[in-house]
């Protein structure tokens, strides 16, 4: 018997890391409810991809805590909470139907229309789906002339085929997408019908919006739809997205993703030597980027970059006729995520080049250079008057908040220096992008309350 050898046994974990950052959501809060070994192993791989570095507390000055305070003592908004409450079930129920309708990316249909109607029967001035398909309900406001979205996206990261059953393990809800962003979705059904069933009216108009493509490769395409040139005028945002209750996104973390593929003919390795070889390109391209790339990275703003997968060829005697790799950059800055860019493009064409130059005979390769992520970087001032009302909802509850920086649909606006923020959606939960993921309903109704209060607040709660 031939000895074992289990020489991808790293490389499972590189893969199961890659599926984590390849997403677009960012790792969740971690939990204290304890999984199985599986659950676990996924929580700290989300972890690993977390930056504590990042992650400020802050100041929240007098005045808005004034604010969220008056606004929270309002008759209307102390009944609003008191719906909140009694409306668990429902919510549970909402929470339970919306992940049993899968919502792979780009096939967000299906959910979407469920999630529109239930808008609509809910009772709101106009609903319907933009050309992106993103569901938008207009709850208009006494003043207008300002519109406050609240979010959640549609979208989750599993394919076609997956099994979305919700099953219990005691009070525990497990099912792929149950919190990311199944949660989201369910928080904003219950704000909605809690703000009009206590009356809670509003000066702005409020938005709300289920969005699609958040997740990897959709690439936020629903929020960048929103946020368009020519597009509706929004004057704030929030995406409920995220776990945990004391997190408030502020920064957007940006990224540049590619997929590279060289190509040539291909041939025999030894009959059609000398052909211009594009695993041999495709070597020289990471080479010279990571040569250059990590001394691009070793100061200034922080700058990550990866090449995560590598593929191509046909067997080993034959020079394969495509050689290729996905590339994924990040930064904190806007004009270091474009450096690197740069950089990373100088070098593939660099490598080709080479290439070519060394099979002078042969008929060139070529190289196809696809982007296919592109997620903007920026931040919102922590003393802006919105970011300042989001900390004191959060502390208004009895938490301590702290400020971070993710990848969410909040990237848009903040890169465009819209007020934006990414909030909790409560509860506790775990394994987010793994079919191991959970949720529990622990005190999950401070979160609804918290995004209610935040609305009407940013929105300007009509007294009376
Ligand atoms: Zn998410």
């Not at 960012?26 to 977390?50: F, I, L, N, R, W």
């Not at 989001?390 to 400020?403: I, K």
Request: charged share 25%; aromatic share 6%; glycine share 10%.
């Amino acid at each position: 018997m031939a000895s074992h050898r289990f020489p991808n046994l790293p490389g499972l974990v590189a893969l199961a890391l890659a599926g984590v950052l390849l997403a677009g959501c960012e790792p969740p809060e971690e939990s204290d409810v304890p999984g199985s070994e599986a659950e676990e192993a996924t929580v700290q791989v989300e972890e690993a991809a977390d930056d504590p570095a990042q992650e400020d507390t802050v100041a929240i000055q007098d005045e808005y805590v004034d604010e969220v305070s008056s606004v929270a003592d309002n008759p209307r908004v102390q009944e609003a909470f008191q719906r909140i409450e009694e409306l668990e079930p429902w919510t549970m129920d909402n929470l339970i139907t919306i992940t049993e309708i899968p919502a792979p990316p780009f096939m967000e249909d299906e959910r979407a229309e469920w999630y529109l109607e239930a808008l609509r029967e809910l009772g709101v001035d106009e609903a319907y789906r933009d050309e992106e398909g993103n569901v938008i309900a207009v709850r208009e406001g006494t003043v207008g002339g300002r519109t406050l979205v609240v979010s959640a996206h549609l979208d989750t990261v599993f394919p076609e085929g997956t099994d979305v059953t919700v099953q219990f393990r005691g009070d525990t809800l497990y099912a792929p997408g149950v919190g990311d962003d199944s949660r989201g979705l369910a928080v904003l059904l219950t704000v909605l019908r809690a703000m009009n069933e206590a009356e809670v009216h509003t000066e702005d108009d409020v938005w709300f919006v289920g969005t699609v493509g958040e997740e990897g490769l959709g690439d936020l395409r629903g929020v960048k739809h929103l946020f368009r040139e020519g597009g509706p005028q929004i004057d704030a945002f929030i995406s409920v997205d995220g776990g945990g209750d004391t997190r408030v996104l502020n920064q957007a973390l940006g990224s540049r993703r590619y997929r590279i593929t060289f190509e040539g003919p291909g041939g025999h390795s030894w009959g059609d030597f000398g052909m211009g070889n594009p695993a041999h390109a495709l070597g020289r391209a990471i080479e010279l980027f990571d040569e250059r790339a990590s001394e691009f990275v070793a100061d200034g703003p922080r700058t990550s970059y990866n090449v995560g997968r590598i593929g191509g060829g046909t067997s080993i005697n034959s020079i394969p006729y495509e050689a290729w790799m996905e590339v994924d950059m990040r930064s904190i800055d806007q004009d270091r995520l474009a450096a690197i860019d740069a950089l990373f493009v100088e070098t593939v064409t660099e490598a080709l080049e080479e290439q070519n130059r060394r099979t002078p005979d042969g008929p060139s390769l070529e190289v196809d250079v696809d982007l296919v992520g592109d997620r903007p970087s920026g931040e919102i001032d922590p003393d802006t008057p919105f970011v300042q009302r989001t900390l004191a909802a959060v502390a208004h509850f009895g938490f301590e908040p702290y400020l971070a920086r993710a990848s969410t649909d909040s990237n848009v606006p903040i890169s465009m220096g819209i007020p934006a923020v990414t909030i909790g959606r409560g509860g506790a939960g775990g394994g987010a992008h793994s079919l191991d993921e959970w949720w529990l309903n622990e005190d999950g109704h401070l979160a609804i309350q918290r995004t209610l209060l935040l609305v009407v607040t940013e929105a300007g709660l009509v007294e009376g």
